[in-house]
């Protein structure tokens, strides 16, 4: 198995639950594969070590004692963007919902197997890592698979042919792609949308999404780059994670 720990210093994470035996047995698990695990047992204190502390994620429990975890997420997305990692209680899809719309990047059932919070840890280390780079140019030109989007230049390209998109199409595309494997709710796509003063509302962006996977050629029931979460919103589809 690839070990994770070649570089001199480790990967700090930060686990947030109140389940001290869980929190060992994570940071024992995760150690040989390059990360160095910090843990937090309350709201409170979790919320003031990440606030502190460098981490390249944080794992956060819902059910927490003085704050719960939505709380921690809410205040911790004001000030920093560390991918965040919830916990949320098996079948619970509200947990799942509610997370994502405040900002969670990911999410695991705190049935987790280990391999499995690997795999999603890595994932949204390796997102997180890749908008980093260059970010002068990230923020204006997104490419994701055969999908190019030049914002600066309002150019979409599929195969490097040019697509013919509305303003609307362009703005959900550009959001969608800058953050593949990332589910957007239909309400942060509303927000990021309608803040370009475009004539958006809230079910009209399941329209409008329609309209762009046509022109993808994108079958939404065996999708290649727009996927539908049921209940949630929709996620570009990253081709490295797939």
Do not use: W
């Amino acid at each position: 198995m690839r070990n994770e720990g070649f570089s001199e210093k480790p990967a700090r994470i930060l686990i947030i639950d109140d389940d001290q035996k869980l929190c060992s047995l994570v940071r024992d698990y995760l150690a040989p594969h390059g990360y160095d695990v910090a843990a937090a047992f309350s709201g409170p204190a979790g919320l003031d070590a990440a606030m502190k502390g460098d981490f390249k994620a944080i794992i956060l429990d819902v059910m927490l004692p003085g704050m719960d975890g939505f709380e921690v997420l809410q205040q911790l997305r004001r000030e920093v963007n560390t991918p965040v990692l919830m916990l949320t209680s098996r079948g619970d899809e509200t947990d799942r919902i509610v997370g994502l719309e405040m900002g969670a990047d990911d999410y695991v059932p705190k049935t987790f197997s280990t391999r499995e919070l690997l795999a999603r840890l890595r994932a949204v280390i390796r997102r997180a890592g890749t908008g980093s780079v260059n970010r002068a140019l990230s923020d204006q030109i997104v490419e994701v698979g055969p999908v190019r989007v030049d914002h600066l230049a309002r150019v979409a390209r599929l195969n490097n042919e040019p697509i013919d998109l509305t303003p609307v199409e362009f703005e959900l595309l550009f959001q969608l792609a800058r953050s593949p494997g990332r589910v957007l709710s239909r309400d942060q796509l509303l927000d990021r949308v309608s803040g370009r003063d475009y004539d958006v509302y809230d079910r009209s962006i399941d329209v409008h999404v329609s309209s762009l996977r046509r022109k993808l050629n994108d079958d939404p029931r065996c999708p290649k780059f727009i996927k539908t979460v049921r209940s949630i919103g929709y996620m570009f589809i990253d081709p490295e994670q797939e």
